[in-house]
T-cell receptor, first 109, second 114 residues
Framework: GQNIDQPTEMTATEGAIVQINCTYQ??????LFWYQQHAGEAPTFLSY??LDGLEEKGRFSSFLSRSKGYSYLLLKELQMKDSASYLC??????????WGAGTKLIIKP | DAGITQSPRHKVTETGTPVTLRCHQT?????MYWYRQDPGHGLRLIHY???????DKGEVSDGYSVSRSKTEDFLLTLESATSSQTSVYFC?????????????FGPGTRLTVL
């Protein structure tokens, strides 16, 4: 079966760095997406990885290891507005996104 | 802003009544999707469309039907709403379904079935 595993909740301090891990098992693989979702709002696209390695985009970076079925999202210089849920979504062989339940990130001053 | 609107944004209805949710896009994207989101679950695909009159089922399609008579509109119908269909419904669009075709989401519809 297809499965996504992310921590349910994480807490970090403003100005610090946090890494949100995601492990996945899918039928085939066509890349992995990360989305951010603030409470009561729609998910918004953060990053896409299809090759192994690190993709950097400002304060956010995303890493992929296809052989390990593993990805992480790295958030630097945390701000209060980064308090949100972060959704990991690999794309399977049918180009369908398989969504994790998300990691709720709480930022404390 | 991907030019996606959903209506209504909130709806309360009673068990057994039909309900239709509308997703409207302004950018002629080929693919449109309906998801539901419930606490403790990831987004779950209900149905999707790859063109006018072309639709297919997702993983949780039972109890739902869809129609797409125009490129810009994708309708989700609950023929006879049940309490288990209380959820937040999101519409999404993408240009294609290839490796780099990111999905962009509408603002969501919160549906409560009493």
């Amino acid at each position: 079966g297809q499965n996504i595993d992310q921590p349910t909740e994480m807490t970090a301090t403003e100005g610090a760095i946090v890494q949100i891990n995601c492990t996945y098992q899918t039928s085939g693989f066509n890349g992995l997406f990360w989305y951010q979702q603030h409470a009561g709002e729609a998910p918004t696209f953060l990053s896409y990885n299809v090759l192994d390695g690190l993709e950097e985009k400002g304060r956010f970076s995303s890493f992929l290891s296809r052989s390990k079925g593993y990805s992480y999202l790295l958030l630097k210089e945390l701000q209060m507005k980064d308090s949100a849920s972060y959704l990991c979504a690999p794309m399977d062989s049918n180009y369908q996104l398989i969504w994790g339940a998300g990691t709720k990130l709480i930022i404390k001053p | 802003d991907a030019g996606i609107t959903q209506s209504p944004r909130h709806k309360v209805t009673e068990t057994g009544t039909p309900v239709t949710l509308r997703c409207h896009q302004t950018e002629n994207h080929r693919y449109m999707y309906w998801y539901r989101q419930d606490p403790g679950h990831g987004l779950r695909l209900i149905h999707y469309s790859y063109g006018v009159k072309d639709t297919d089922k997702g993983e949780v399609s039972d109890g739902y039907s869809v129609s797409r008579s125009k490129t810009e509109d994708f309708l989700l119908t609950l023929e006879s709403a049940t309490s288990s269909q209380t959820s937040v419904y999101f519409c999404a669009i993408s240009e294609g379904q290839g490796e780099t075709d990111t999905q962009y989401f509408g603002p969501g519809t919160r549906l409560t079935v009493l």
